[in-house]
Nanobody, 118 residues
Framework: QVQWVESGGGLVQPGGSLKLSCTTSGSIMRIGNMAWYRQPPGQEREMVASVSVAGSATTYADHAKGRFAISRDNAKNTMYLQMNNLKAEDTAIYYC???????????WGQGTQVTVSL
């Protein structure tokens, strides 16, 4: 079973930036299309951005457009999420996984906490 490992979160002030990283116990190329998800306090998990297996196609949730950039380096077996101009409402635990309806995904990693606050 795939093990997910997210890192790069932390405490940042509004307007700041963070870069999240995601790796797995297996090959991310075998996983295929992947995505970042987040779960704000008291809310359901939602998709933030997705990237195709080759990295050539990306999609973003409306709240991420223009501020976040998803990418992957298959040679390094790592996916990234560059987050700029962070806002308080971006505070959440961020997870990576295969691209799917998050309600249908059974296995999640620990996630990485992102807190945007003064």
């Amino acid at each position: 079973q795939v093990q997910w490992v997210e890192s790069g979160g932390g405490l940042v002030q509004p307007g700041g930036s963070l870069k999240l990283s995601c790796t797995t116990s297996g090959s991310i190329m075998r996983i295929g299309n992947m995505a970042w998800y987040r779960q704000p306090p008291g809310q359901e998990r939602e998709m933030v951005a997705s990237v195709s297996v080759a990295g050539s196609a990306t999609t973003y949730a409306d709240h991420a457009k223009g501020r976040f950039a998803i990418s992957r380096d298959n040679a390094k077996n790592t996916m990234y999420l560059q987050m700029n101009n962070l806002k308080a409402e971006d505070t959440a635990i961020y997870y990576c996984n295969e691209l799917n309806n998050p309600r249908k995904i059974e296995k999640w990693g620990q996630g990485t906490q992102v807190t945007v606050s003064l």
